[in-house]
């Protein structure tokens, strides 16, 4: 049961992904010139948000259209509270409904709650009239119930607070007639109550009061003057009590808005008319031509702000007798206002692993003409992964269409372009900045495949093998890689005996000198991981080769080196040249050249008789032997390899040129010490050297004796040559 809940729920969460919430129905009531500060409602309670939560969801109030920010959230509490001044008169004039539409937006699952703060009129401004002072001239002929228009006070505020009638001070030829307009607003007319009479009285002042209905009341004073006349005049008449005109906005500065007539059957001056606005609102806006009733443009027209104008006109003639008009302006829409696109949440690191459909923004467009012109469409550049999706009202959400891949693109620029339907159309575009927010979705990567290090044998420990390098694309610590060994053994033994990688750098270093004739190559597995969290990882082997040094001198196994077994071969008298006589056996226990060996006779009994074979070490004889060859021939063989340097071993080889063994003289008499035999060479040069001079020099000396004698001349030669050998 449970379960099924769960995937309720969870379909739920998905759905709040794919549509923002957007909802509208609470209102509250505020009056204007609230203090700042105060308490406007609980929103909070009001939606049914959890509060709690109003803070990490980033809980705030926007405004529809205005810049201005008059309220705002207070995120523990849930208040609304007055952040600006709301001046209802500066908002909407007279507008008998002044609403002020805002929005309470939560960002993380965006949320966007429409609210409507209803503007209240306070009683904060009094009745006024455009003037200090009316002045009136009035006939005495005036009939009893004749009636001049004083023209209306003006109040800001509205409803109760505008003006709600009028009095007049306590006189005896006039009261007050108080009427209502077509907008509703009271104005008032003098009505003559008892006939005058100038030689009577010619000067009559009044004060006329103007009320409102708000509490407290508030009033404005006029003061009229009255003059009385003895002429019989007429007071002018307008050709329509009321002139309707319309205007584009944006009209330019003098364009003829309508003309307006009031003719008056008097002659002369007394006709002469003259034209002006009562009040003073429109005066910024609108020139009168004070003689001709020309209505020009003076000002700007914009429709957004004021969409109709209505003033009143007076007309009065030579002799001060006044009548009114109304004349109503209607201003027509032009397109003149380009979108506004509003930015009104935006996740700005949205996660690259985020599904396509996600929702990372809420724009709302606003167009502040009307009609056609504020229809707006909106759309985005192509190329990107995203889209707007139209959401209620002027509202669209920025969803994602595609996988982000951080590692291709971490950021976007997107722009939005809003176009209205106006004509010509306008539009407007904002860019968006994005960044997309890494996750740790690559792991690190070798360079290569797989490493190979060459190290000589012999290494020093600590010695630089290779190394390794792997990399990963992704962000900080998601991308940082560390390098280890992989546990394993070499040998039997762990491979952290052997070699050793450093963490940060991937350089392997051997931990000990290696020795090829132990083993000539081994792996080891190194793994680069990153920092992240789950981390992610990757292995490669890296093959370890060791290469030989020349580190191993020949070893010669045959003749056996034992200095005192001597082996003997026998080498038959009849042999001829060429014949294999033997063979030295050596062994290297290097490798390639540091093992390839070379043999050469360094010395033997007869220079001539024996070679070597360079590379085979066999002996063989070079001649036929004959007679006169020793029968006891002594070789000394020196084997080298071929390494740099090369190492070398000596041996003696005995043989013996013979066809039987019995002629074997006792070995011991062979036995050849090299050094012994150079020194008995030089003893026996030095002893026949002596001996000669010796005898020599007797020689001489008996021959020397023999002349002096008288004998003849006898020369005998030294016996040079003496028969040792
Ligand atoms: C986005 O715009 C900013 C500022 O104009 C610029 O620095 C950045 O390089 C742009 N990024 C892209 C992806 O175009
Ligand atoms: C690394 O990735 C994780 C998710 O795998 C993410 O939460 C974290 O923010 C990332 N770190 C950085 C520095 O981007
Ligand atoms: C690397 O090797 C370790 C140890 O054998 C293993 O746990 C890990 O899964 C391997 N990683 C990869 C990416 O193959």
Not at 259 to 276: F, K, L, S
Not at 409 to 431: C, F, H, M, Q, R
Not at 457 to 486: F, H, I, M
Request: hydrophobic share 35%.
């Amino acid at each position: 049961m449970c379960y099924f809940r769960r995937i309720f729920m969870v379909v739920l969460w998905l759905l709040s992904f794919a549509f923002p919430l957007i909802t509208g129905d609470v209102s509250y009531s505020v009056p204007e010139e609230m203090k700042r500060g105060s308490v406007i409602g609980n929103i909070a309670k009001d939606i049914g948000l959890d509060l709690g939560r109003l803070s990490a969801r980033r809980a705030r109030v926007d405004s529809e259209d205005s810049g201005v920010q008059y309220c705002s959230v207070n995120l523990n509490t849930g208040e609304l509270v007055v952040q600006e001044r709301i001046d209802r008169e500066g908002l909407c004039a007279k507008k008998t409904s002044c609403i002020l539409k805002q929005e309470l937006v939560l960002e993380n699952l965006l949320e966007l709650h429409l609210f409507i703060l209803r503007i209240q009129d306070i009683n904060d401004n009094a009745p006024m009239f455009k003037e200090e002072t009316l002045k009136f001239e009035i006939r005495e002929s005036a009939d009893k119930g004749a009636r001049f228009a004083v023209g209306e006070a003006h109040d800001e505020d509205i409803g109760e607070n505008a003006v709600q009638g009028y009095t007049l001070e306590q006189n005896n030829h006039f009261k007050l007639d108080v009427k209502t307009n077509s907008a509703g607003r009271k104005y008032c007319e003098l009505v003559l109550d008892k006939e005058l009479d100038r030689e009577d009285n010619n000067e009559i002042t009044l004060v006329l009061t103007a009320f409102d209905g708000g509490s407290p009341q508030r009033s404005g004073t006029v003061v009229i003057h009255v003059t009385v006349l003895d002429a019989n005049d007429n007071a002018p008449v307008f050709s329509q009590t009321v002139y309707k005109a319309s205007l584009p906005e944006n009209s330019a500065p003098d364009t003829l808005v309508i003309t307006v007539t009031a003719t008056d059957p008097d002659e002369g001056i007394h006709r002469e008319i003259t034209y002006e606005f009562d009040h003073v609102s429109s005066k910024d806006v609108f020139s009168i031509h004070p003689k001709a009733g020309e209505v020009r443009v003076k000002g700007n027209i914009d429709y957004e702000k004021m969409p109709s104008y209505e003033m009143q006109i007076s007309a009065k003639d030579g002799l001060g007798l006044i009548s009114y008009a109304t004349l109503l302006i209607d201003v027509t829409d032009v397109n003149d206002n380009a979108p506004i696109i509003n930015l009104k949440s935006l996740t700005n690191h949205i996660p690259e692993n985020v599904s396509p459909g996600t929702e990372v923004g809420l724009i709302n467009v606003q167009d502040r003409d009307s009609e056609n012109n504020r229809q707006v469409r909106c759309s985005l550049q192509t190329g990107v992964p995203f889209k707007l999706v139209p959401s209620i009202k002027n509202y669209y959400s920025l969803v994602t269409t595609e996988q982000l891949d951080r590692e291709l693109v971490s950021d976007y620029n997107i722009t939005i372009t809003a176009t209205d339907e106006g004509s010509p159309p306008l539009s407007s575009s904002k860019t968006v900045h994005l960044t997309v927010a890494d996750i740790n979705d690559n792991p690190p990567v070798f360079e290569e495949q797989s490493y190979s290090a060459h190290v000589t044998e012999n290494n020093k420990p600590g010695s630089t093998l290779c190394s390794v390098a792997a990399r990963d694309p992704d962000w900080r610590q998601n991308g940082t890689v560390v390098y280890s060994l992989l546990p394993g053994e070499v040998n039997g033994a762990p491979v952290s005996s052997y070699v050793s990688v450093n963490g940060d750098t991937g350089v392997i270093h051997a931990v000990r000198a290696f020795d090829y004739e132990h083993f000539r190559s081994f792996k080891v597995q190194v793994m680069a991981r990153d920092n992240g969290s789950p981390p992610l990882s990757s292995n490669v082997t890296v093959n370890v080769f060791i290469s030989d040094v020349n580190d191993n001198s020949p070893q010669i196994l045959y003749p056996t080196p034992e200095g005192n077994s001597f082996m003997t071969e026998l080498v038959p008298k009849a042999a001829h040249a060429g014949s294999l006589v033997s063979k030295v056996i050596a062994v290297d226990a290097d490798s390639g050249q540091n093992a390839w060996l070379s043999y050469h006779i360094v010395k033997s009994t007869d220079a001539g008789l024996f070679t070597i074979g360079l590379h085979s070490g066999e002996i063989r004889t070079q001649r036929d032997i004959s007679e006169s060859d020793s029968m006891k021939q002594n070789l000394i063989v020196a084997v080298k390899d071929n390494g740099q340097p090369p190492l070398s071993a000596t041996c003696s080889m005995y043989l013996l040129i013979s066809d039987n063994l019995a002629e074997v003289p006792e070995l011991k008499d062979m036995s050849y010490d090299e050094r012994d035999s150079k020194l008995t060479s030089y003893l026996i040069i030095a002893l026949v050297s002596v001996s000669t001079f010796f005898l020599t020099f007797i020689i001489i000396v008996l021959g020397v004796r023999f002349c002096m004698t008288g004998a003849g001349a006898v020369f005998a030669l030294p016996a040079w040559h003496v028969t040792y050998y």
